[in-house]
């Protein structure tokens, strides 16, 4: 028996996150994240549809239908519970992200802030009251 030095086994690559939101109306939602925040449709699922996801760019966000409260009361507002972050890579994104949101009559729950840690966030509502943050560097 030897003592080879054994080749290091890689460890596994994370390449992306899609989180899952609950909603109450696949078809709404899907219009809402296509129609005012500029996602397409991927996928939807079910007949009645019952799962879908949407994407910008390399934003993925699944939508799943939940038929009764899975919050109590107003706690999401409340303690600012977010469902999502999505990141872009510039300040000047960002501020132009949150204008075309905000004139498109998107529903803002945060406007654009620098934040204590060095990054420009903002968050918006969706039909389903899921808080969405954008953020992005505060200077480029």
């Known amino acids: ?24 109306n696949i078809k709404r939602s899907c219009d809402f994240y296509t129609k005012r925040l500029g996602f397409a449709i991927q996928f939807v699922y079910g007949d009645p549809p019952d799962y879908a996801q949407v994407f910008r760019d390399s934003a ?6 939940v038929c009764e409260p899975v919050f109590a009361g107003d706690i999401r507002k409340r303690e600012h519970l977010l469902s999502a972050s999505i990141t872009v890579a510039t300040a000047n994104e960002i501020k132009e992200l949150f204008l075309s949101y905000q004139a498109g009559g998107v529903s803002v729950h945060q406007a654009l802030k620098k934040e204590p840690w060095g990054a420009t966030t903002f968050i918006v509502s969706d039909p389903d009251e899921n808080l969405i943050l954008f953020a992005g560097p505060a200077s480029d």
């Open 1 to 24: 028996m030897t003592d080879e030095p054994r080749e290091p086994t890689p460890r596994p690559i994370l390449s992306g996150i899609e989180p899952q939101l609950f909603v109450a």
């Open 60 to 65: 993925r966000i699944n939508l799943r239908l």
